[in-house]
């Protein structure tokens, strides 16, 4: 089977309409995880300890994706 790598990380943003981060330097990394499943998880967890701060965001990449340039990119990828 293969492994399909997700990083979960977030930070607070300049404008909650944008995915710009007001200090790169503060990004937290929560780390890498093996599936799906687990990253939802640990994304789930830290997106709700931040719930009251809307400039506050985390987000699960698809790392995988990044090593198989074969495969088709998803719909919100396209988004950009």
Same mark, same amino acid.
């Given at each position: 089977?293969?492994?399909?790598?997700?990083? #979960?990380?977030?930070?607070?943003? #300049?404008d909650?309409?944008?995915?710009?981060?007001?200090?790169?330097?503060?990004?937290?990394?929560?780390?890498?995880?093996?599936?799906?499943?687990?990253?939802?998880?640990?994304?789930?967890?830290?997106?709700?300890?931040?719930v009251?701060?809307?400039?506050?965001?985390?987000?699960?990449?698809?790392?995988?994706?990044?090593?198989?340039?074969?495969?088709?990119?998803?719909?919100?990828?396209?988004?950009?």
């Amino acid at each position: 089977m293969p492994q399909r790598l997700h990083l #979960v990380f977030g930070g607070e943003l #300049v404008d909650p309409s944008k995915n710009v981060f007001k200090n790169v330097d503060d990004i937290h990394i929560v780390g890498m995880f093996p599936d799906y499943a687990t990253a939802h998880d640990a994304w789930k967890e830290n997106a709700q300890k931040t719930v009251d701060n809307a400039h506050m965001r985390y987000f699960l990449a698809h790392i995988h994706r990044l090593q198989d340039e074969e495969q088709e990119a998803s719909t919100t990828e396209e988004l950009g």
